[in-house]
């Protein structure tokens, strides 16, 4: 059994270095053979219609740096437009939403909610509401709706990492202002 | 445009020449559109802000 196991593996080493071996013979065909044919054509690239173009390598990194940029850009605009809050001038708010008992009772309820806030300092409240108005949605969440980072993130369709950052940028701005970390 | 002369233009482009700059971004306005779609329609204010972002990113490129 040993003997045979052994012939087994010994057939199986020799058919793989064949294997391997014509895999190199391949990948060196593929490598030299065309960089011998530029050296012989005075290093132009020769298209299947005779036609000689010169290889342009400024152009090629230029198309690539322009391809990353736009894909960037595409990518940055596109997480801007999720995070962005709707908003309408007042004057384009319809009426009905204005005057209506529901609105007027929801006004209510988010008045009582931020007066819940319960800031222990003046100074602290107007720290609050100069912040942004995300940071302001991130500490909301996640200190009076008692929010996990990974809900917020859910709600606000962005990363989890974002959530840890805005809240730490807005306590930083929120002990800025206080002038000093004593009060949070 | 040959190489030489790509070469010419997009060095006045990065050196701040609007002639230039507005030469290479022609040539390169099919990649732009191509970025520029949103569900399946044109958003002229991506297209706007991909403009922005390649002026403002232009210099950082080297020759």
């Known amino acids: 059994m040993r003997l045979l196991r ?3 593996v010994e057939k199986q080493d020799r058919t793989s270095t064949i294997f391997e071996s014509r895999h190199t013979i391949k990948v ?31 152009r090629g990194k230029f ?29 384009d708010a319809p009426i009905e939403k204005l005057c209506s008992q529901e609105g007027e009772e929801q006004w ?18 107007a720290a609050f509401s100069q912040l942004p108005a995300m940071k302001k949605e991130v500490l909301t969440m996640l200190f009076l709706l008692d929010m ?20 730490s940028l807005a306590l930083k701005k929120l002990r800025e202002a206080l002038k000093g970390g004593d009060a949070l | 445009m040959t190489a030489d ?13 609007n002639e230039a700059l507005a030469d290479i971004i022609e040539m390169y306005m099919p990649l732009i559109n191509r970025y520029s779609y949103v569900d399946g329609e044109l958003d002229e204010d991506l297209r706007q ?15």
């Open chain 1, 6 to 8: 052994g012939n087994r």
């Open chain 1, 28 to 58: 060196c065909l593929g490598f030299f053979v065309p960089r011998a044919l530029m050296v012989c054509f005075g290093g132009k690239e020769h298209t299947m219609y005779g036609k000689s173009t010169e290889r342009d390598e400024l």
């Open chain 2, 5 to 17: 002369t790509f070469r010419k233009t997009l060095t006045k482009a990065i050196r701040g020449s």
């Open chain 1, 108 to 125: 209510i309820q988010k008045m009582r909610r931020a007066d819940s806030l319960d800031f222990e300092e003046e100074a602290l409240a």
């Open chain 2, 49 to 63: 802000y991909i403009f922005l972002h390649i002026f403002k990113n232009l210099s950082k490129f080297s020759l």
């Open chain 1, 63 to 91: 198309t690539k740096w322009m391809e990353v940029t736009v894909y960037r850009a595409r990518l940055n605009y596109l997480k801007a437009q999720r995070r962005r809050i709707d908003t309408i001038p007042l004057e």
């Open chain 1, 148 to 167: 996990t980072p990974q809900e917020i993130a859910g709600e606000l369709s962005c990363t989890v990492q974002y959530v840890y950052k805005q809240r």
